[in-house]
């Protein structure tokens, strides 16, 4: 499944990196700790870049983008198991957390790029992700050869959907968006119903049944606000 992945772009991974950040790195002599220093500079990015969609939707100061990694974190870890009693097996929900931190982590260097953006396609988006991934595992792997194929093994897993957890943490995904969407309605008073049609692509019955009480919600505030 791996194999559809590809990084052939002419995208640089280093294009979006800080010149401080790039300074640093160059000033210093290549070795294990300054490697993996490097690499935690470069995922602090993901908590200063804001989430395109709600930038696009005029939301002044919206989340970055490691609010909703670690939102999606912390709600995979609460999911029932019994839940999934019935199903040919009962998911790890720690595979699911470490999923859900690392699913959107390409986007450090890559930006969060929305669908509908113009310039850059599906497909070129795929392209720069996974070249973006390569890139910052290389890094870890100065460090770490397990941790670094760890991470890599978990952003793959989701990318290519291959396992139970990566289709829940997917359905999270979906969900944190859902929830997020209602927390800005509630906090702007304006409705934002394009967000909502997310809610049909969520597979797994228990995150459709917490989905649909958070939709309940939302119909109930848009009723009693006359929105
Ligand atoms: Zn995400």
Same mark, same amino acid.
């Given at each position: 499944?791996?194999? =559809? ?12 990196? %800080? ?9 210093? %002599?290549? @070795? ?15 908590? =200063? ?6 930038? @696009? ?33 009962? %998911?790890?929900?720690?595979? $699911? ?7 959107? #982590?390409?986007?450090? !260097?890559?930006?969060? #790029? ?18 973006? #991934?390569?890139? !910052? ?25 291959? =396992? /139970? ?8 995904? *979906?969900?944190? !968006? !859902? ?18 049609? $997310? ?9 459709? *049944? ?14 009693? @606000?006359? /929105?």
């Amino acid at each position: 499944m791996t194999s =559809t992945l590809s990084a052939e772009t002419s995208w640089d991974p280093e294009s979006n990196i %800080p010149q401080d950040v790039m300074n640093y790195i160059k000033s210093k %002599p290549f @070795n294990k700790y300054t490697q993996i220093n490097f690499f935690f500079q470069l995922v602090a990015l993901l908590k =200063t870049q804001k989430r395109t969609g709600w930038l @696009n939707m005029g939301i002044e100061n919206p989340e970055s983008i490691s609010d909703h990694m670690y939102r999606m974190s912390i709600m995979t870890l609460a999911l029932d198991p019994k839940a999934w009693e019935s199903s040919e097996r009962v %998911p790890d929900f720690g595979k $699911c957390s470490k999923i859900a931190l690392v699913h959107d #982590i390409a986007e450090a !260097l890559v930006g969060d #790029i929305v669908p509908h953006d113009a310039e850059i396609d599906k497909v070129e988006k795929s392209k720069r992700e996974y070249k973006a #991934i390569l890139y !910052l595992c290389q890094i870890i792997e100065s460090y770490s050869a397990e941790s670094a194929h760890d991470i890599k093994e978990c952003w793959i897993d989701y990318e290519c959907q291959r =396992t /139970l957890e990566s289709t829940i943490v997917k359905d999270i995904d *979906k969900f944190e !968006l !859902l929830v997020q969407t209602f927390e800005y309605e509630r906090m702007h008073n304006r409705r934002m119903d394009e967000f909502y049609g $997310c809610r049909k692509v969520i597979k797994n019955e228990e995150i459709k *049944k917490i989905a649909d009480e958070l939709i309940s919600q939302r119909d109930e505030f848009i009723k009693a @606000n006359k /929105l």
